[in-house]
């Protein structure tokens, strides 16, 4: 069991079991169970299923190694017809005035990171469209993790609920129209990536004798939205926290000896790692944001296919889907009750140390 503790109080728990399956938690009722799935024609593939919002859901990826670290890449479930991913891709034919539904009655969300981000008063390509979409979703995840870490901050201090959140703050930086417009290509260039596989009949990728880098670290796409809480260092070794929402830009295409790269923070919320300062960002964990991005595209496709032609939406062409590379496995089974447990035993394991800690006594934790 690995403890990672965050700036603001965030806890991230990791368990690997004898059958190499990981349970891994990341807050409350938060996380999920991975396990190997599937071999095909060399190229090994692992499900995790996730528990967030009270339910259960699976996704699939698929391992590769690059000099020697493991690298998990997202596999879309399934594809839409191409005809889809063009409109999607290429401009419509008149913009759209389209007004979210949390825009009219703000959810605490948008009320504390408000400052930060605005939605585009129009939009003339589903690109943009699906650009506030992620950004949406990230600020919303960033929101509950703080919340989170808020929770447990005061059970460790006093056993007592968390203060409420202020409704609002000030901010360094804001979500520029050209920063959201370099966003809005690289979700062009992913739908561009599932238009090509959407074209052919889903077949397993050629087994190959090397290790191929992974998508994070593609020297045609350098922009990442950060997808989760991130506790990194400046290159002059000062802590800082990246938390969802904000940008960083790679500047490297080849990792240290400790695998890490250096990135540029384009755009930060209050409290987070300055705008323009230089950080040392491990290239698993833009792999995960590089994961994460391509998932919340293809949620907010869905959302696209699902209201063609209402709510102020343009009438999508042919939303019919084909399989993706794997079949999606059901979820897991009691993942919830998994996490719990994680939690419980993350919970004495930690109170254990302070224990010996307190007492002098040395420990191996």
Not at 41 to 55: E, K, L, M, S
Not at 77 to 95: D, I, K, L, Q, T
Not at 244 to 272: A, C, F, M, Q
Request: hydrophobic share 30%; net charge negative.
């Amino acid at each position: 069991m690995q403890i990672n503790h965050g700036l603001r109080g965030e806890r991230q728990i990791v368990t690997v079991r004898p059958d190499h399956s990981r349970v891994v938690s990341m807050g409350p009722h938060q996380g999920y169970l991975e396990r190997p799935y599937i071999a095909r024609n060399g190229q090994t593939y692992v499900q995790r299923t996730y528990w967030a919002g009270g339910r259960p859901y699976v996704r699939v990826y698929r391992s590769n190694y690059y000099r020697g670290v493991p690298y998990y890449g997202y596999v879309p479930p399934y594809y839409y017809h191409p005809r889809f991913y063009g409109w999607a891709y290429n401009p419509w034919r008149v913009p759209v005035y389209y007004r979210w539904a949390w825009y009219a009655a703000p959810p605490p969300w948008y009320s504390y990171y408000g400052g930060y981000f605005t939605p585009a008063p129009m939009y003339p390509t589903a690109a943009l469209w699906l650009t506030d979409f992620l950004l949406a979703e990230n600020l919303r995840l960033a929101y509950e993790a703080r919340r989170d870490a808020e929770a447990n901050a005061a059970a460790a201090q006093a056993n007592e609920p968390p203060p409420p959140a202020a409704e609002g703050q000030g901010y360094t930086s804001q979500i520029t129209p050209e920063l959201k417009q370099a966003i809005a290509e690289e979700v062009s260039a992913q739908l561009a990536a599932e238009q090509q596989g959407a074209s052919t009949t889903p077949q397993q990728p050629a087994a190959s004798s090397t290790e191929a880098p992974p998508g994070a670290l593609d020297p045609g796409r350098r922009l990442f939205v950060v997808s989760s809480n991130l506790t990194v260092s400046t290159i002059d070794g000062q802590d800082c926290e990246l938390t969802s929402g904000d940008i960083i830009t790679r500047l490297d295409d080849t990792p240290d000896n400790d695998n890490k790269v250096r990135v540029s923070v384009s755009s930060s919320k209050g409290g987070d790692c300055g705008v323009g300062s230089t950080l040392m960002v491990d290239v698993n964990d833009l792999q995960e944001m590089q994961n994460q991005f391509a998932e919340k595209i293809d949620s907010g496709l869905k959302t696209l296919a699902d209201n063609s032609g209402q709510g102020g939406l343009p009438p999508a062409p042919d939303t019919g889907t084909t399989a993706g590379e794997v079949p999606l496995p059901p979820p897991d089974a009691n993942v919830d009750n998994a996490l719990q447990a994680q939690q419980s035993e993350a919970d004495q394991t930690e109170k254990q140390v302070q224990q010996e800690a307190a007492q002098g006594e040395p420990n191996y934790y």
